[in-house]
């Protein structure tokens, strides 16, 4: 299957979705006739200059039909379970509430309805020092509005690059040597712009091996925190994998220590 069938094989292609973070690269773009609505963390003018700098196609950035200000999804959209499916492309790493975030896509959508993520493996994109989370650092987080200055520091002291790639696949035709992304002069800006500007910085707050996922998604619902569970997993395709979550949904069928000696082996890939 291709990226994108596997993306959109759960959607419901005459029904009513939102896109979160479509930026650039939308995958259920409205001229291609999807009925789709663009949540994103600025409009279309901002994500073209964010982007354009980059030597990023800027034409298939699409209208944003909702900035996120802050507020739940449900406040921000003024309507709750109208959505038949929504889609959040490499968004959840970026997210300061991890569980804020997943309930709050869970009442946007109907009761039948899907929310469908994928996500870069953490060690073939940017990061690969850093650790996976556990679920309890989506505790730890839980109801806060911008990154601490110690994710931030974090994040601009580990990311790196390997070669000149942000993003990687693995495999043993690879040679390039890692290097650091961010100057020191740069982690102290991110450092100042945060602690004390209260500044919103758009990081990788997260970093996923494939298993490390489902391990949290199992753990959060068991805990009583989320109600959306597994309808379906794709493993790795390049850096990326693929996730499906729905209230009809099931857990794992690996146990929690099974799930953990998964997690174990891919963090040791990760850093071949």
């Given amino acids: 299957m291709t990226r994108e069938q596997i993306i959109l094989s759960y959607i419901k292609r005459d029904g009513l ?10 995958i259920a773009p409205k001229k291609r006739g999807f009925r789709v609505h663009v949540l994103d963390h600025c409009d279309k003018k901002a994500l073209i200059e964010k982007y354009r700098p980059h030597g990023t196609n800027v034409d298939n950035i699409e209208e944003v039909d909702f ?3 802050g507020r739940s999804y449900t406040e ?3 309507r709750r ?3 038949d499916w929504v889609i959040g492309s490499h968004v959840l790493e970026h997210t300061t509430d991890l569980i804020g975030f997943l309930n709050d896509c869970d009442p946007c959508y109907a009761r039948m309805g899907c929310f469908h993520s994928q996500y ?6 940017s990061i690969v ?3 996976s989370p556990e679920s309890g650092g989506s505790l730890t987080l839980r109801r806060q ?8 520091v974090e994040y601009f002291l580990t990311v790196v690059k390997k070669g000149a790639r942000l993003a990687w696949s693995p495999g043993p035709g690879e040679k390039d040597e890692y290097a650091f992304v961010h100057s020191i002069a740069e982690e102290k800006k991110a450092l100042g712009d945060v602690g004390e500007g209260n500044a919103y910085l758009d990081i990788h707050e997260w970093c996923f091996t494939p298993n490390s996922f489902r391990l949290m998604m199992r753990d959060l619902f068991e805990l009583g925190l989320v109600q959306l569970k597994e309808l379906s997993f794709h493993p790795p ?11 009809r949904g099931q857990l794992p069928r690996e146990s929690r220590l099974e799930l953990m000696q998964r997690v174990l082996e891919e963090q040791a890939a990760t850093c071949r």
Avoid: N
Avoid at 17 to 26: L, M, N, Q
């Fill in 17 to 26: 979705g939102v896109e979160i973070g479509a930026g650039c690269a939308p």
């Fill in 67 to 69: 900035v996120w200000d």
């Fill in 76 to 78: 921000l959209i003024g």
């Fill in 81 to 83: 379970h109208v959505y």
């Fill in 120 to 125: 870069r493996i953490a060690g073939f994109v």
């Fill in 129 to 131: 020092f850093g650790q």
């Fill in 145 to 152: 509005k911008i990154h601490s200055p110690g994710s931030c």
């Fill in 237 to 247: 395709v390049g850096h990326e994998f693929y996730m499906t979550l729905s209230r």
